[in-house]
């Protein structure tokens, strides 16, 4: 079960942060990461982490998005921390976990106004 948060309207150049919350089988996850997706386009990549801490990111993002996590007993919280936010980085942005399978979160929306 994901639970997100963070999403909004940012002018550009503002910043952002994002969270999501992982809850029930933890142990299985083998990364996590966020992707995002405009209205009638294919959802594309943005940013993920493994459980080791390996990161790795989408080329438009890079120098200005960091993902990292916590882990708590019960709960795995991945952030994306968005800076330097650009108009075109509105969308819809989705937690996703993998295990066995990807899971997905409920999605929230970023507005970046110019």
């Known amino acids: 079960h994901l639970v997100e948060s963070g999403g909004g309207l940012v002018q550009a150049g503002g910043s952002l942060r994002l969270s999501c919350t992982a809850s029930?089988?933890?142990?299985?996850?083998?990364?996590m990461g966020w992707y995002r997706q405009a209205p009638g386009e294919e959802r594309a990549f943005v940013a993920s982490i493994t459980t080791g801490g390996r990161s790795n990111y989408a080329d438009s993002v890079k120098g200005r998005f960091t993902i990292s996590r916590d882990n708590a007993r019960n709960t795995m919280t991945v952030y994306l921390q968005m800076n330097s936010l650009k108009p075109e980085d509105t969308d819809v942005y989705y937690c996703?976990?993998?295990?066995?399978?990807?899971?997905w979160g409920q999605g929230t929306q970023v507005t970046v106004s110019s």
């Open positions: 029930g089988s933890i142990v299985a996850i083998n990364s």
């Open positions: 996703a976990a993998d295990t066995i399978r990807r899971s």
